[in-house]
């Protein structure tokens, strides 16, 4: 059964920090590009982060650069996103995605919850 599940996820202060995880199963995780979208209420879906399979290249949205930064742990079939310097507008939930290397059928997690108090 293929699964994508998200941690991590909770209420901080602004300013604070959060690492959310994502554990993949059922399908090969190494070697497939993986993200983050977030989706805030009422506001449109926004690609936070991605990172290849070989993790060597990574991409961040405006408006995390410099403070979130995506990693992964093929070996524990894993994905990461630290978030430093949390602002309330990084409230959102927060999904992940991977790709798998092989189909390029792309999973997604059922998403956390991320709240940012000013």
């Known amino acids: 059964q293929v699964q994508l599940v998200e941690s991590g996820g909770g209420l901080v202060q602004s300013g604070g920090s959060l690492r959310l995880s994502c554990a993949a199963s059922g399908f090969t995780f190494s070697n497939g590009a993986m993200g983050w979208y977030r989706q805030a209420p009422g506001k449109e879906r926004e690609l936070v982060a991605t990172?290849?399979?070989?993790?060597?290249?990574?991409n961040y949205a405006d408006s995390v650069k410099g403070r979130f930064t995506i990693s992964r742990d093929d070996a524990k079939k894993m994905g990461f996103l630290q978030m430093n310097s949390l602002k309330p507008e990084d409230t959102a939930v927060y999904y992940c995605?991977?790709?798998?290397?092989?189909?390029?059928?792309?999973?997604w997690g059922q998403g956390t919850q991320v709240t940012v108090s000013s």
């Open positions: 990172i290849t399979g070989t993790g060597r290249s990574t």
């Open positions: 995605y991977a790709r798998s290397h092989y189909t390029m059928i792309q999973y």
